[in-house]
């Protein structure tokens, strides 16, 4: 143990030469393993819950960890490995926390005991993607890597492990949070052959003042294009619809369909990503980034509605559209924030990002769905959150396409 720590320390700190940079395998790795390790315990913890007693409005509640930690841990994580410019040890540290946060699952079965490991659940989990994508993103740009192809790798991998391990986690539903602990590891010595330089990044430059915590509030100090508000309020549209279907699995549950149902629904998610990962940079460059996060906001409300009609056939057209949702959303946003953003706020620029996401958008759509499918029921619940998201984004739209069109916005 004692050489194993050296040896991790040693590579926090190499000096080795590293003028190269990542190579495009080295980043697909890591976008690979960060879907890899989600897809092991992620789509299937509501069915877990549900499984062992818990009621949706329970179940929300257990979400809301990753609500409170998006809006005032996951921004101190960013805010500290951008202040010090050291990247590489913070995803370290955050790593290993989700690895051991993971194993508390074993503890208990009870209410108080899901509590408990969905709390130190979040601390970790949701920093992991904004600060590992800020890492790959700045890498792939410095070697003029095509960034949708990278993660791919993450689809890709996704799609195959709900596939292959559904079926599995029907009979055995706990492993998952030991496959995933595994996987988590797999990724932390991966991002440990990070070069020196993500130790070693420029330190954010000062606009008017000191930079505090509640900078990350602050948009004009961290992005330069003020339409970012408009795409932080299309991507929460989003991902407020997105949220709520993490009660698909209860939903399912309720149909009498169980994991290896609800690994096929995943995969299918997945592989929807596949075309708009390929196509996306081209859509992105013709029609700019504000108006696909704008479509896919429009979109997210058709497909909750779609949902709602509850059957397997149903369940699997939702899914496929996925990747002209979520995946053009994300796709977008992290263009426009990678171009938008300010020297040296590389990783609260993403922070901010998922602030939007896992933050407001999880509140309403995972806690606040939870206590009103148990008020209305699965269906109608589905209905009601369908025409939010639906004319909320459409109302939203049609004045931002007017302005773009008139010049007082950047689409891009």
Not at 20 to 45: D, N, Q
Not at 54 to 66: A, E, P, V
Not at 67 to 91: H, M, N, V, Y
Not at 146 to 154: D, S, T
Request: with cysteine; aromatic share 14%.
């Amino acid at each position: 143990m004692v050489v194993s720590t050296k040896w991790i320390v040693r590579q926090l700190h190499m000096d080795g030469k590293d003028e190269k940079g990542c190579s495009f395998v080295h980043l697909l790795m890591i976008s690979t393993f960060i879907y890899v390790a989600t897809a092991l315990y992620s789509p299937f913890l509501s069915m877990y819950y549900t499984q062992h007693g818990l009621s949706s409005t329970q179940i929300g509640i257990l979400g809301l960890f990753s609500c409170l930690s998006a809006l005032f841990i996951q921004p101190l994580w960013a805010k500290r490995a951008d202040e010090t410019g050291k990247a590489k040890t913070f995803a370290v540290i955050i790593l290993a926390g989700m690895v051991l946060a993971l194993q508390t699952y074993y503890l208990g079965s009870s209410f108080w005991n899901f509590a408990l490991s969905a709390f130190l659940l979040a601390i970790f989990a949701t920093s992991i993607v904004p600060m590992l994508d800020s890492i790959v993103i700045r890498n792939a740009d410095k070697k003029r890597f095509n960034y949708a192809y990278i993660r791919l790798g993450g689809t890709i991998g996704y799609a195959i492990v709900v596939l292959a391990v559904g079926p599995f986690l029907k009979q055995r539903p706990a492993l998952s949070f030991a496959l995933a602990g595994s996987m988590y590891l797999v990724l932390l010595l991966i991002v440990l052959f990070l070069p020196k330089s993500e130790n070693r990044l420029p330190k954010p430059e000062e606009i008017t003042r000191k930079i505090d915590f509640l900078a990350i509030f602050r948009l004009k100090e961290i992005f330069k294009d003020r339409a970012i508000i408009y795409v932080f309020i299309f991507a929460f549209l989003v991902m407020l619809g997105l949220y709520f279907n993490m009660f698909l699995p209860v939903y399912a549950n309720e149909l009498g369909l169980g994991q290896d149902s609800i690994g096929i629904i995943q995969c299918v998610s997945a592989l929807s990503e596949v075309p708009v990962l390929l196509l996306i940079r081209k859509l992105t460059k013709k029609f700019g980034a504000l108006r696909v996060v704008a479509l896919a906001g429009i979109l997210s409300g058709v497909k909750l509605f779609i949902t709602s009609f509850g059957s397997m056939p149903v369940f699997i057209i939702s899914a496929a559209m996925n990747g002209i949702t979520y995946m053009a959303m994300y796709f977008a946003c992290t263009q426009f924030i990678y171009r938008t953003i300010r020297v040296g706020r590389d990783s609260e620029g993403q922070s901010a990002f998922c602030l939007v996401q896992t933050g407001l958008g999880a509140i309403l759509g995972s806690t606040v769905g939870g206590v009103i499918i148990d008020w209305l029921g699965v269906r109608q619940s589905y209905l009601l959150f369908s025409g939010i998201v639906f004319f909320a984004s459409l109302a939203l739209a049609i004045p931002v396409f007017i302005r773009v069109k008139k010049g007082k916005l950047t689409a891009d």
